[in-house]
């Protein structure tokens, strides 16, 4: 187990030098130069020179790579261009919107899947299960940023129950911002819950497939206790690596969604900053994203391989 | 006499090819659907019920009506000739970018199957760097930066098709090499290139069909998601995503705008995803999962 950790956890970071390398080379070869930018088109030449200066442009580009990258592991991730305040500000007070509106959207997810993926697989093949399987086929089917107009329109326009849009921001109490995120949440979710609930029947029936599956019904435990006991506990472990897999979709989807609703959250951030050009924002957010789903996903792998030993080796 | 038994035996399989799939509900239902779709794109070249370049103020913002079935946008546009024009735009876009995936990624992931040991391991590492991405942050970057637009948002979308291909065409060429075929034609004196030309491809080919169809309805989606935030297909030529953002900003007063483009896409995609749920249980009956 231990050198299956360490054999991964290799991988993990060379995957993370390879991925901010790419991030930085390809912000690197963009026209346009950040100092200048700053200081506007009438700025003299000596003063975008000494501003380039103070920011570090003028060394090498390994130089400027070593210290952003090591700045990023002490927690500097630089100032912004535009906002002219530190990166980790800026990453800070967006978290507070979109690390709870994609926890939200997983929550909603798993709970609206797994339950139908059950009820699917324990009516397999009977018109119930046909029924649900369409559903989820336009469930995937459906982009989610259309569904979250609908939700608008349907209960911000109409019904007038939520706001259509923006943030109160948490101080103002838990309700207000809960439900400014309620419906994004929802949009997120539904794909997503589309997608795992088919995972969750299929890795069911593959499991109820099984022998031991055979022996428990043989002895004659009720088929609920089987379903619940036996199988659902198996069956997860595929789910389970979807779900890490989602979190990425999910992370992306938080870019639209968030512009649909107008939410202050990391993807509008990091949307804003690349329409801006402020690319120490878009390098960050950017890596840290990338940097999130390489390890969520490493811990689901450690999961896996800890509930399950015939996977570590490989 | 070989030749003619060749023949015969490919005539056999498409016949029979043909009786399965007719046989088949979901490739039925998704073959019409995609066939629709496209049908509908080619029509739009030729007629559209009213031209969508022609903007016609006095009609704007109508109802459905029998003039204009879906209505009419904010610039009096007919949306039923805007959903046909903007059908080309996503078919265009997802094909070619479902193109650009095959023609990397399947010689990358035949040639990581062929040579094994470390290219193997690095082509697959590469491939997972690439996966870390989110791909819809890292078209969003790339339609950013190197500009917005439908060209931009191909590269975009086809970059993330190159691993998922070369996974699917390395792992289905692994499975072929230990085969007794393929060790025949080993033993023939054939190389790694012709085998994989001559055996491998052919072999592959269905499963490529799959995954191509899967992919095309993603590139669908997120050729949608991108121009919907406006980084991909530029006004004033019509796309479902960027009709969808005019929609929004127009719901309280025309929500009937938003209707068709979104069904739109979700049609396009449903029968996208039906056809390759239906290809896979016909062409490869082995891979059929218990449904």
Known sequence: MLSYALRRSLIVLITLVAASAIVFAVLEIVPGDPARLMLGMNATEDAVQALRQQMGLDQSVAVRYVAWIGGMLTGDFGRSYTYAVPVIDLVRERLVVSLPLAAMALVLSTAIAIPVGVFSAARRGTAADTGVMAATQLGIAIPNFWFAILLVYLFAITLRLVPAGGFPGWQGGVWPALSALILPAIALALPQAAILSRVTRSALLDVLGEDYIRTARAKGLPSGLVLRRHALRNALIPVLTILGLQFSFLLAGTIIIENVFYLPGLGRLVFQAITQRDLIVVESVVVLLVATVVIVNFLVDLAYAWADPRLRRR | ?291
């Open chain 2, 1 to 291: 006499m070989a030749q003619g038994e060749l023949i015969a035996t490919e005539h056999e399989d498409w016949r029979h090819f043909l009786r399965k799939a007719l046989g088949n509900r979901s490739f039925l239902a998704g073959a019409t659907i995609t066939l629709f779709v496209v049908a509908v794109a080619l029509v739009s070249f030729v007629w559209t019920p009213y031209d969508v370049t022609k903007l016609v103020i006095a009609d704007r913002l109508q109802a459905p009506s029998s003039a204009h079935w879906f209505g009419t946008d904010h610039f009096g546009r007919d949306i039923l000739s805007m959903t046909m024009v903007g059908s080309r735009n996503s078919i265009a876009v997802a094909l070619i970018a479902v193109g650009i995936g095959m023609a990397l990624g399947v010689p990358l992931g035949t040639f990581a199957a062929a040579r094994r040991g470390l290219t193997d391991e690095v082509l697959m590492r590469a491939s997972d760097i690439v996966f870390a991405f989110p791909a819809l942050l890292s078209a969003v970057m790339i339609t950013a930066i190197f500009g917005p637009g439908a060209v931009n948002a191909i590269i975009a979308i086809g970059i993330f098709n190159v691993p998922v291909f070369a996974r699917v065409a390395r792992g289905a060429a692994l499975a072929l090499w230990p085969r007794e075929f393929i060790l025949a034609a080993r033993a023939s004196g054939k190389g790694a290139g012709l085998i994989t030309l001559q055996h491998i491809l052919p072999n592959i080919a269905n499963l490529l069909l799959v995954q191509g169809t899967i992919q095309f309805s993603l590139g669908i989606l997120a050729e949608a998601g991108l121009s919907y935030v406006g980084l991909g297909t530029q006004p004033p030529a019509p796309s479902w995503g960027r009709m969808l953002f005019e929609a929004q900003t127009m719901m309280a007063i025309a929500p009937h705008m938003a209707i068709v483009p979104g069904l739109a896409i979700i049609v396009t995609v449903l029968g996208l995803n039906l056809l390759g749920d239906g290809l896979r249980d016909v062409l490869d009956p082995r891979l059929r999962r218990q449904r």
